[in-house]
């Protein structure tokens, strides 16, 4: 036989450090995603966002006969209000889920990180080869999911109520505007893990990403040509949209550009306040 056919020295190889930490990635956040099931998050905030987008349509069609039931009219008054277009139903469902579907996200995501610091968690789970970066990431990864899941679920079911109650609206105009008002809570998302890891107190960063969100939205909406790349500028986006299409496609492109720096930079900042703060060391 010959010396080339004879078996060579087994060698191990390693698994390089890229793979190692993408596993270890990975498994956190699975732990993420199995939190968020035990603690049945993974169930009622999607429900919540589904009722949200139901009842714009069924109370946008049965307004007049509510009213008329109210009990509170005088006898022979007639109410005639004319239906709104189906794509402004759309419409009116994304600004719900801009107030209260807000409101849950934020609520689910204040204690992510300083409910961990508080309690010590953060300090078991660090103490592990686990990155700073791979620790806030997998949370920032799982409420992302929740967040996608949870929009997705109430807008296609408002879409579907609308289209059986009012019209229908053409399906690449309702994904189209999903994917837009899906960054802009995505956006809210990553600023609320941000307070989260900077501050101590759940409420204090609740409070902190509510008002950081409401300015956003504010500010673009008073200032649409000064500030329309902002992130807030996204939900106003969104409903264009699905109602009346895009109309400075420039500055549209600018502010889906400015969130995605933006959320890459709150992660990494929420990172290093990780790593100054004495709470996890």
């Known amino acids: 036989m010959s010396s080339e056919a004879k078996a060579s020295p087994s060698v191990s190889v390693a698994n390089p450090p890229l793979s190692s930490s993408m596993t270890r990635y990975r498994v956190m956040v699975e ?67 801009g107030t209260l579907g807000i409101l849950v996200l934020v609520l689910v995501c204040m204690g992510t990180v300083s409910g961990e610091r508080n309690s010590g968690a953060a300090s078991l789970i660090l103490v592990k080869p686990v990155s700073l970066l791979s620790y806030v990431g997998s949370k920032w990864t799982a409420m992302l999911m929740l967040a996608w899941g949870s929009l997705a679920a109430g807008y296609l079911a408002s879409w579907y109520y ?8 053409p399906l690449n105009k309702v994904i ?69 299409g895009i109309s400075d496609s420039g500055e549209f492109s600018l502010a889906i550009l400015v969130v995605f720096i933006g959320m890459i930079a709150a992660v990494c900042a929420a990172a290093g306040a990780l790593r100054r703060s004495s709470a996890v060391e």
């Open 176 to 244: 189209g505007s999903l994917l837009i008002y899906g960054l802009w809570l995505s956006f809210v998302v990553t600023t609320a893990i941000l307070f989260s890891s900077l501050l101590r107190s759940p409420a204090a960063a609740a409070f902190s990403s509510l008002v950081s969100s409401i300015v956003l939205s504010l500010l673009a909406g008073l200032f649409p040509k000064a500030l329309g790349w902002s992130p807030g500028a996204l939900s106003g986006f969104a409903s264009q949209a699905v109602a009346t």
């Open 162 to 169: 609308t289209g059986l109650l009012i019209g229908a609206v």
């Open 31 to 97: 732990k993420e995603l199995l939190e968020l099931v035990r603690s049945f998050k993974l169930l009622w905030v999607p429900l919540v966002f589904i009722l949200l987008g139901i009842m714009q349509p069924v109370s946008t069609y049965y307004m007049p006969a509510i009213l008329e039931h109210a009990g509170s009219l005088p006898d022979g008054t007639v109410i005639d209000i004319p239906l709104p277009q189906a794509a402004e139903v759309l419409a009116q469902t994304l600004q719900q889920f």
